[in-house]
């Protein structure tokens, strides 16, 4: 099952594949483990994040981010899903920006 990521500005900027970030043209982002979210060369991105029942990536910035990890292989990019519609916007908490 994929999962539409949108900024907090609400516009559409991926999907979630098998624990995969892709962009909406199916350029490979980076990855999930948990809640975490790494980009594809290991920094942290952020906190997958479902607000108001959206899929977010959020970066605290006032905290120390994770170590980075090593890069994953980059998967083979699936079929695009239909691209999400743009939403409205949302206020993220004080200190956090999009992570991606």
Do not use: H
Not at 20 to 49: A, H, M, P
């Amino acid at each position: 099952m994929k999962k539409y990521i949108l900024r907090s500005n609400g516009n559409y900027i991926g999907f979630i594949d098998n624990n995969n970030i892709f962009s909406r043209d199916c350029l490979y982002l980076g990855w999930v483990e948990g809640n975490y979210v790494w980009d594809k060369n290991g920094n942290f991105r952020g906190i997958l994040t479902e607000i108001n029942g959206n899929q977010y990536v959020i970066l605290n910035q006032l905290q120390i981010p994770p170590i980075p990890r090593i890069p994953r292989l980059q998967p083979l990019p699936p079929t695009p899903p239909m691209p999400a519609p743009n939403i409205l916007p949302i206020s993220l908490p004080v200190g956090y920006i999009d992570g991606l």
